[in-house]
Every structure is written in C-alpha cells, then in structure tokens.
Nanobody, 120 residues
Framework: VQLQASGGGLVLPGGSLRLSCAAS????????MGWYRQAPGKQREVVAV???????NYADSVKGRFTISRDNTKNTVYLQMNSLKPEDTAIYYC???????????????WGQGTHVTVSS
C-alpha cells in the first residue's frame, strides 16, 4: 500500500492550493484519512481529519479556510486551502488508516509529503 500526495507549491499570501493524496495497493477499505503538516523547527501537527462517513475535524488555525474531502471510490483525500498565510508554510503529509486485503488488522500509512510555501 502506498499514499501519493501532490499539489503543493509556492503561492502568494491570500492564494489557494488544492492537495490530493491517493492510496493504492491491495486495499479492502479505508477508515480515517487526514492531513498533517510540519513547519521548519516545529513538530508535526494535525491539520484536518475526515472519517469514512464524511465527518470532519480541523485545527483551529485552519477553520474556515481549509476544507478536507474524500472520494471513497478513488481512495483519495483532498485538502482545499484558501486564504493562505505565511504561517501555513510547511511540508504537508497525508495519513490513512487502511484495512488491507487478507490482513487481520488496520494499519496506519503516511504519504511522502508535499511542500507548501506561502510567500510574497
């Protein structure tokens, strides 16, 4: 199983980006999916999480600006980021709790990270 993230880049303050993360492999089902970020010199923090049923939770710092969504038919999670601020600059990682075909237990997987830089 692999998670492949994409969509990062350089954006001006106030701009928007959309991140995507697709899970591939022998997947039976996926429970929670989420986005985390790690800024230089800081610990990794949760940005947003979405359940299989579509319930969402956000970090206070991104509420009202970021929207997490998922397409269960494509095993993909998205993060729409609007009104970006310089303090949103970080490496963004996707995460998923995955049940693999033929495996008895759910496992936690991480994507490779995608850079988001908000700067003028």
């Amino acid at each position: 199983v692999q998670l492949q993230a994409s969509g990062g880049g350089l954006v001006l303050p106030g701009g928007s980006l959309r991140l995507s993360c697709a899970a591939s492999g022998r997947i039976f089902s996926i429970d929670n999916m989420g986005w985390y970020r790690q800024a230089p010199g800081k610990q990794r923090e949760v940005v947003a999480v979405i359940t299989r049923g579509g319930s969402t939770n956000y970090a206070d710092s991104v509420k009202g600006r970021f929207t997490i969504s998922r397409d269960n038919t494509k095993n993909t999670v998205y993060l729409q980021m609007n009104s970006l601020k310089p303090e949103d600059t970080a490496i963004y990682y996707c995460n998923a709790d995955i049940w693999q075909e033929g495996r008895p237990a759910r496992q936690d997987y991480w994507g490779q990270g995608t850079h988001v830089t908000v700067s003028s």
